[in-house]
Nanobody, 117 residues
């Protein structure tokens, strides 16, 4: 069974940067579209960024120009580089495979990102 584990979160001041990692227990990164999601307390989980098997990327308008999604198939790992962080980026960040516009696997624990002065 595929397991995905997020890491790299933490607390930063506005304008700071963080690099999140998503480690997989199986080689799925070269097979499916992968995605980062986030959820703030009281809010719905939202799609943040996607990367296809061919390497095409897509971003939510709220993070475009600030976040970069990438992956290393050989390491079974995906990344989310987050720059120019804003307080509204505060959330728990999750990774998952994506098929037909829906998440494929059960959600993991996620990694907490907090942005405040």
């Amino acid at each position: 069974q595929v397991q995905l584990v997020e890491s790299g979160g933490g607390w930063v001041q506005p304008g700071g940067s963080l690099r999140l990692s998503c480690a997989g227990s199986a080689n799925i990164f070269s097979i499916y579209t992968m995605a980062w999601y986030r959820q703030a307390p009281g809010n719905q989980r939202e799609l943040v960024a996607t990367i296809t098997v061919g390497g095409n990327t897509g971003y939510a308008d709220s993070v475009k120009g600030r976040f970069t999604i990438s992956r290393d198939n050989a390491k079974n790992t995906m990344y989310l580089q987050m720059n120019s962080l804003k307080p509204e980026d505060t959330a728990v960040y999750y990774c998952n495979a994506r098929r037909l516009g829906l998440p494929m696997y059960d959600w993991g624990q996620g990694t907490q990102v907090a942005v405040s002065s």
